[in-house]
């Protein structure tokens, strides 16, 4: 069994910068790739960033690229999401998610273990 634990949600305005983490458990780590996922209320859960389990493979979706970064410390068995320069649409519950399929990292079906998530709210 798999637990992912996220943290680092917040109230911030709109400019400033949130980072989450997501904490791993009960299997290796390291061989997984990880990925983040946001849902915002009424809509469907999207991809926002993923990271090979060497780091040498990250994927962005457009809307977030320049702004957030994807980063993993496999001897801490965490993820991290740096976010910066946020924006009002940037709101929505983040998860974190892992999987040993590595065909497409940006589609959500390919995650087996899911974290439950934690919320970001940004203001105008």
């Known amino acids: 069994q798999v637990q992912l634990v996220e943290s680092g949600g917040g109230l911030v305005q709109a400019g400033g910068s949130l980072r989450l983490s997501c904490a791993a458990s009960?299997?290796?780590?390291?061989?997984?790739?990880m990925g983040w996922f946001r849902q915002a209320p009424g809509k469907e859960r999207e991809f926002v960033a993923a990271i090979s389990w060497s780091s040498v493979n990250i994927y962005y979706v457009d809307s977030v690229k320049g702004r957030f970064t994807i980063s993993r410390d496999n001897a801490k068995n965490t993820v991290y999401l740096q976010m910066n320069s946020l924006k009002p649409e940037d709101t929505a519950v983040y998860y974190c998610a892992s999987t040993g399929v590595v065909a497409d990292l940006t589609d959500k079906s390919q995650y087996d273990y899911w974290g439950q998530g934690t919320q970001v709210t940004v203001s105008s």
């Open positions: 009960g299997r290796a780590f390291s061989r997984y790739a």
